[in-house]
């Protein structure tokens, strides 16, 4: 069975940075485009960036040049680190496959805020 788990989340002041991680476990990591989404209450599920396996990545134009996608093949892993983050960043935060092949999981909470 596939896990996605998301960590790094937390509270952040306008301007500041967080990293996001999310562990896949299950399946075979290397042959999937990953993505990052993230939901703000009240609102839709949006994708915020994705990296395919051979490390191309691409960004909402609401995050870009703030955000960065990244992964480790080796361990399984993808990356989000945020930078100059705004109030408007505040939602929870998942990853899975660019398809959305996987259930989801618990997401990671960011909220940006003084």
């Known amino acids: 069975q596939v896990q996605l788990v998301e960590s790094g989340g937390g509270l952040v002041q306008p301007g500041g940075s967080l990293r996001l991680s999310c562990a896949v476990s299950g399946t075979i990591f290397t042959i999937y485009t990953m993505a990052w989404y993230r939901q703000a209450p009240g609102k839709q599920r949006e994708l915020v960036a994705h990296i395919i396996n051979d490390g191309t990545t691409h960004y909402a134009d609401s995050v870009k040049g703030r955000f960065t996608v990244s992964r480790d093949n080796a361990k399984d892993t993808v990356y989000l680190q945020m930078n100059s983050l705004k109030p408007e960043d505040t939602a929870v935060y998942y990853c899975?496959?660019?398809?959305?092949?996987?259930?989801w999981g618990q997401g990671a909470q960011v909220t940006v805020s003084t």
């Open positions: 899975n496959t660019l398809a959305r092949s996987f259930s």
